[in-house]
């Protein structure tokens, strides 16, 4: 199974910004549909955003569409997460994750096979 590491997160203020990376290893990174989870403390894990094989297929969570970007290097095996105008409750572990492409992009943590160990993002108001 691929190998994820995420990294990037940090302490912001409101309405800045942060970009996410993922770092893959261990298997072929263009064979996978990715995608970016978050979880707040005492919630469940819920998707934020998915990208196809290629990245030209991509889907966001309402609360994230027009602030968040979601891309991937496939020459460089790396997705990323640009993050603007952030609000106090994107709050959370951001997790990377891996699963093998369908029809449809996947939006449930147990679609997904390989995860990456989490990176805080805490925005302060």
């Known amino acids: 199974q691929v190998q994820l590491v995420e990294s990037g997160g940090g302490l912001v203020q409101a309405g800045g910004s942060l970009r996410l990376s993922c770092a893959a290893s261990?298997?072929?990174?263009?064979?996978?549909?990715m995608a970016w989870f978050r979880q707040a403390p005492g919630k469940e894990r819920d998707i934020v955003a998915v990208?196809?094989?290629?990245?030209?297929?991509?889907h966001y969570v309402d609360s994230v569409k027009g602030r968040f970007t979601i891309s991937r290097d496939n020459a460089k095996n790396t997705m990323y997460l640009q993050m603007n105008s952030l609000k106090p409750e994107d709050t959370a572990v951001y997790y990377c994750?891996?699963?093998?492409?369908?029809?449809?992009?996947?939006?449930?943590?147990?679609?997904?096979?390989?995860w990456g160990q989490g990176t805080q993002v805490t925005v302060s108001s």
């Open positions: 261990g298997d072929t990174f263009s064979s996978y549909t």
């Open positions: 990208i196809s094989r290629s990245g030209g297929t991509i």
């Open positions: 994750a891996a699963k093998k492409p369908a029809l449809l992009l996947g939006t449930r943590d147990y679609e997904y096979d390989a």
